[in-house]
């Protein structure tokens, strides 16, 4: 896969298969969680995640993980439910979060099923395979840079959920890898 994606000078998506999906029992329609930063990079992955779960008549959960400084910023009740047993906040409707919104409107014009949720955590990766079992998402739609160097690296994050996730993956690597800059010419 890294030779390949290395020597590819375009788009390209490494999918691995779990659960039902590796079996060969494909479950229909898909549950397709796409986690979204505001980034050209994660709104690819985002479009990629509307129009699988439009081919499959699935839906999609937009996970925004917001920055842990962002509590300040919430009302009272928001800052201190962890006392009540929450760290985050679910929207089913179009919140006041701009970054899940996008995708929440992008969805709406192609007919998917949409829900925007918004955590608060510090490990990104730890909100993310929370919200796959507690949404009991079957797939992972996420964007991705790929790193310069060998082997094929997509950062820590996708690292940890190309580990760890039980559900399908799809990572999507919308520009092409970075070549290192040759040092330059003895002279």
């Known amino acids: 896969i890294a030779q390949s994606a290395a020597g590819f000078s375009g788009p390209f998506a ?8 590796r079996s060969g029992r494909l479950r229909a329609p898909l549950n397709i969680l796409v986690p ?6 994660s709104r690819r992955g985002a479009e990629l995640a509307v129009a699988l779960a439009q081919g499959s008549r ?3 959960t937009a996970l925004h993980i917001a920055a842990r400084n962002a509590a300040a910023r919430r009302p009272l009740r928001g800052r201190f439910g962890a006392l009540f047993g929450r760290q985050d906040e679910i929207y089913d409707e179009p919140s006041n979060n ?16 949409v829900r925007s ?24 739609v996420m964007g991705v840079s790929p790193r310069p160097g060998d082997p094929l690296n997509f ?7 190309l580990e760890r996730a039980e ?3 799809v990572l999507l690597a919308a520009e092409p890898t970075a070549k290192p800059e040759a040092p330059p010419a003895a002279k």
Do not use: F, K, M, W
Not at 36 to 41: A, E, F, I, L
Not at 98 to 113: C, F, G, H, K, M
Not at 117 to 138: F, K, N, P
């Open 167 to 169: 559900c399908s993956l």
């Open 14 to 21: 490494v999918v691995l298969a779990r659960r039902e999906h």
């Open 36 to 41: 979204v930063s505001g980034t050209g990079v």
């Open 58 to 60: 699935g839906s999609v």
């Open 117 to 140: 949720a918004v955590r608060s955590h510090r490990e990104a990766e730890t909100a993310i395979l929370r919200e796959i079992g507690a949404g009991r998402h079957d797939v992972l």
């Open 98 to 113: 701009p970054i899940t919104d996008e995708i929440v409107q992008l969805a709406r014009a192609y007919s998917v099923n």
């Open 155 to 161: 950062g820590d994050l996708a690292a940890v959920l």
